[in-house]
């Protein structure tokens, strides 16, 4: 009990210092996740604007399967991607394996089945009066979709923010295609991994608080959001 | 323009709606379209408005006797104001102002023209309110400022009154009486109500198993 308290000054302690290698870890985590998070809103919302405004064959497939990915353990992420980029995978040659890039791929890859279904909901949710008034009013078929598109902006953000979480606190994937190398590829759920395997509960912790830090201000944030967007009629 | 119908015919999963719908409309003054519900008033409205398609018989839009190509532009040129208004998540403005963006039209010209849309209806203080929250009557007269702005030059109106109250169904047949008074905007609406019919009606169309007759007064 007494070494858990103790744990818990000097992480606060670590925190109020935030000295550079801290600091370095906090950064490339945000670094990674965040352009994770926008490769996959740039496609995963157009993905889930299709799925939700055009009908087309194989669309119930592609929104199961879409559904399906969103819960992709990261570890197989990781596998896959790690194979993808070994020396003898087929883009091995790029020598990408070991680098934030490539931890960048991995995490892309969880983020956008989650985007895109997300948006999907966001989208169809949509009143189909929306679309029908735009075009009311002379909307051409590209001016609907961006109608709808606005109309769905807090669900879309809140798509974004849930990627964003769920990427920032996965260790699975990162860890096997970025190999947690110190200044370079460490971020933070590595770190609270391997310094736990350490004993090394300080700086473990202190990540750990850090993180839950960050976790919140983004749920407050969303919740936010949503609230903005619940505006109603009385 | 004027606008001929002519043998309209549309089916709603095998059954019909519309069997043989003709009419002329001159281009100018009020007609109110009446009949019992699921009659098929509001799918003429919306096949006249060029948002559906019939499945038989013709469309004939004419200027100076000449016909008008069906397109977006002859789409631009009227409107449809929806029994229930689909009010985007933003200002009464940014409402307003959504068929003249379309248009790419802004700066002064599309404020000037907002304002005397909003002003019109009665609403130029809610401007900058969100429009989810206005009442329903205000959302309905909103419904009818964001077909103002783009001064159609024909204004369909699908049952304006349904769902407001006395006091805001008294507000939207002023409105009406004015855009007649103005008579650049032919309107042709929908109504199930009989004494409005008769204070709004230049022309009173009567629909019946799918067909379309003039009343006489």
């Known amino acids: 009990m007494d070494s858990l308290l103790q744990g818990f000054i000097q992480a606060f302690k670590l925190i109020l210092h935030l000295d550079q290698t801290l600091f370095g870890i906090i950064f490339l985590s945000l670094k990674v996740s965040g352009s994770a998070l926008l490769i996959a809103t740039a496609f995963g919302l157009p993905v889930g604007a299709l799925l939700g405004l055009k009908r087309f064959p194989g669309r119930d497939l592609a929104i199961s399967s879409v559904n399906t990915l969103m819960g992709l353990p990261p570890v197989v ?96 994937s990162i860890l096997i295609v970025g190999g947690n190398i110190a200044g370079y590829t460490r971020v933070m759920t590595t770190t609270i991994a391997l310094e736990t395997d350490k004993g090394n509960f300080e700086l473990a912790l202190a990540l750990g608080i850090i993180l839950l830090a960050i976790s919140f201000v983004i749920n407050a944030v969303l919740h936010g959001v949503q609230k903005k967007g619940a505006v109603k009629t009385g | 323009m004027k606008l001929h119908i002519a ?17 002329a409309f001159k281009g100018s003054g009020t007609y109110v379209l009446m009949g019992p519900n699921g009659c098929g008033k509001s799918t003429l409205l919306r ?31 009227m409107t449809l104001v929806l029994p229930r208004t689909g009010v985007f998540n933003t200002t009464a403005f940014n409402n307003a ?28 203080h809610k401007s900058g309110q969100n429009a989810l929250t206005l009442s329903s009557g205000e959302t309905q007269r909103l419904g009818i400022a964001r077909a103002l ?15 407001v109250d006395e006091e805001n169904t008294a507000i939207i047949e002023s409105i009406i009486g004015d855009l007649k008074k103005e ?21 009173l169309l009567f629909m019946t198993e799918g067909r379309v007759e003039e009343q006489k007064p």
């Open chain 1, 77 to 172: 992420v990781g596998l896959f991607v790690y194979l993808l980029l070994s020396r003898k995978g087929p883009l091995g040659f790029m020598g990408l394996l070991y680098s934030p890039t490539a931890m960048v791929v991995a995490q892309t890859i969880l983020a956008l089945p989650i985007v895109s279904a997300l948006c999907h909901t966001a989208i169809v949710n949509i009143d189909p009066i929306i679309r029908l008034s735009a075009r009311t009013l002379g909307a051409t078929p590209g001016q609907e979709t961006i109608a709808v598109i606005r109309e769905a902006r807090y669900g879309i953000f809140s798509a974004v923010i849930a990627a964003f979480g769920r990427v920032m606190a996965e260790v699975g």
């Open chain 2, 7 to 23: 043998h309209i015919r549309k089916d709603y999963n095998g059954k019909p709606v519309l069997k043989d719908c003709s009419y």
């Open chain 2, 47 to 77: 096949i006249c408005s060029l948002l559906e398609e019939p499945d038989g018989g013709a469309l004939l839009f004419q200027e100076n006797g000449a016909p008008l190509i069906r397109d977006l532009a002859l789409r631009r040129r």
């Open chain 2, 97 to 124: 102002a959504y068929g003249l963006k379309v248009r790419g039209i802004d700066g002064n010209l599309l404020k000037r023209e907002v304002d005397r849309a909003l002003d019109f209806v009665g609403l130029a």
């Open chain 2, 149 to 163: 702005a783009i001064a159609p030059e024909i204004l369909f109106l699908d049952e304006p009154t349904a769902s």
């Open chain 2, 183 to 203: 008579s650049r905007t032919m309107v042709i609406m929908t109504t199930h109500d009989k004494d409005q019919a008769a204070r709004l009606a230049d022309t």
